[in-house]
């Protein structure tokens, strides 16, 4: 059996992402760091498709607490599947949020690089020796940060990020080439989630009248839902993409088309 590791899988993209591939006959390490009530429900959607999962806390905004990550991973690989590698890894832990460029404030600049471009990057080296040779790695973008995709004040620390892990999977696509992982990237467009943004706020939960605006925008005519995105993640992971990589994929149903 193949097995991923789904960084941020208490809910949203994270959570359709596993339960995706458990459809799909592959066992899942979820993470988690605020929501434990959440990720125990990917556990149980995961299981009510017939598939494993497993729950691990972790932060990816503290490097330091990789070490110790890591070596979960192995005692779970071995006891849960017996196996001393994974194959899929999916780095979607984060947060949304925006401050105009004038407010930015170096502790929110500080905090949006520890999560979705420092922790990514160190927690990828780190679990690097245990993903198979053959394997694959999505790196969950953002359209805001592609050079077509819709630009919208506020978002410059967030889209700088995003940008960052977008040059970033390129680079890792070529310099894991020699041992067959691929490397891609999508990019979401507007997708219901509950991502919170830096003062914990719930997006769509909070703002409800913004989604009837977005589908507007968007040329399928809807917003996006997590099991979209969770469905272009697990091909991307998957045998059928077998011959892609160093590509960001966006997943946004036309918006601003």
């Known amino acids: 059996m193949r097995v991923a590791i789904v960084l941020g899988g208490s809910s949203g993209i994270?959570?359709?992402?596993?339960?995706?591939?458990?459809?799909?006959?592959?066992?899942?390490i979820v993470t988690y760091n605020g929501n434990p009530a959440g990720v125990q429900q990917t556990v149980a959607l995961v299981e009510k498709e017939g598939g494993t999962a497993v729950a691990l806390r972790l932060d990816i905004g503290r490097t330091e607490g990789f070490a110790a990550f890591r070596d979960q991973v192995v005692v779970t690989l071995r006891e849960t599947w017996q196996r001393d590698t994974f194959d899929?890894?999916?780095?979607?832990?984060?947060?949304?949020?925006?401050?105009?460029?004038?407010?930015?404030?170096?502790?929110?600049?500080?905090?949006?690089?520890?999560?979705?471009?420092?922790?990514?990057?160190?927690?990828?080296?780190?679990?690097?020796?245990?993903?198979?040779?053959?394997g694959a790695i999505v790196n969950v973008s953002s359209s805001s940060a592609l050079p077509t995709g819709h630009v919208d004040v506020g978002y410059s620390a967030y889209g700088?990020?995003?940008?960052?892990?977008?040059?970033?999977?390129?680079?890792?696509?070529?310099?894991?080439?020699?041992?067959?992982?691929?490397?891609?990237?999508?990019?979401?467009?507007?997708?219901?989630?509950?991502?919170?943004?830096?003062?914990?706020?719930?997006?769509?939960?909070?703002?409800?009248e913004v989604i009837p605006m977005l589908a507007e925008k968007t040329a399928l005519g809807r917003l996006g839902e997590p099991d979209d995105v969770g469905?272009?993640?697990?091909?991307?992971?998957?045998n059928e993409s077998r011959w892609i990589t160093a590509q960001n994929v966006e997943v946004s149903g036309g918006f601003d088309l």
């Open 160 to 208: 700088t990020m995003k940008g960052g892990l977008n040059t970033l999977t390129r680079f890792l696509a070529k310099e894991l080439a020699p041992r067959r992982i691929r490397v891609n990237a999508v990019s979401p467009g507007p997708t219901r989630t509950r991502l919170a943004d830096a003062d914990g706020v719930v997006g769509f939960e909070a703002y409800p």
């Open 88 to 134: 899929y890894l999916v780095n979607n832990a984060g947060f949304g949020g925006s401050a105009m460029f004038a407010d930015t404030t170096e502790e929110l600049f500080d905090r949006f690089l520890r999560v979705l471009l420092k922790g990514p990057y160190f927690l990828t080296q780190r679990l690097l020796p245990l993903l198979a040779d053959g």
């Open 231 to 238: 469905a272009a993640i697990a091909s991307l992971l998957s």
């Open 14 to 28: 994270g959570q359709a992402t596993a339960v995706e591939l458990a459809r799909r006959g592959t066992g899942v």
